[in-house]
């Protein structure tokens, strides 16, 4: 199973939350990352023990420009920014080098998957506004 993991715990709550659904990585990760893929989200750095957050659906991937990055991307990313220079220096401490507009980044959407969502179930039972 692929593995969708973070380094920040900081973002561990606003994910359990449905506060972060995406994360913007440099580079072109389209062969890592596709629509629909399941993959296992978590937390901690590398050699070191991680967190399970857990099972998530990758809903899109998109390659783009930093300067073509809309302030909903940066907000998926994390809901603390909302302008490019924000991610950018973000990205630089994350990736310890410099980060330029033109460079080549991917946003990957996700949902975390959730076992039995209570609003699914009442739609199953017809409550809730939905009709059979």
Do not use: C, W
């Amino acid at each position: 199973m692929q593995v969708l993991n973070f380094y920040s715990t900081v973002f561990a709550d606003q994910m359990k939350r449905g506060r972060k659904t995406a994360t913007i990585r440099l580079g072109d990760k389209r062969h890592k990352y596709r629509k629909n893929q399941v993959v296992l989200v978590t937390v901690g750095y590398q050699y070191s023990p991680r967190e399970k957050l857990f099972h998530a659906v990758i809903d899109n991937v998109e390659v783009k420009r930093v300067k073509d990055l809309s302030p909903r991307d940066i907000e998926h990313d994390n809901p603390e920014f909302r302008r490019t220079e924000e991610l950018v220096h973000f990205l630089k401490q994350i990736y310890d080098r410099e980060v330029a507009l033109d460079d080549t980044v991917t946003v990957v959407r996700f949902s975390q998957i959730v076992e039995n969502p209570p609003d699914f179930q009442d739609r199953l039972r017809g409550v809730g506004g939905a009709q059979n």
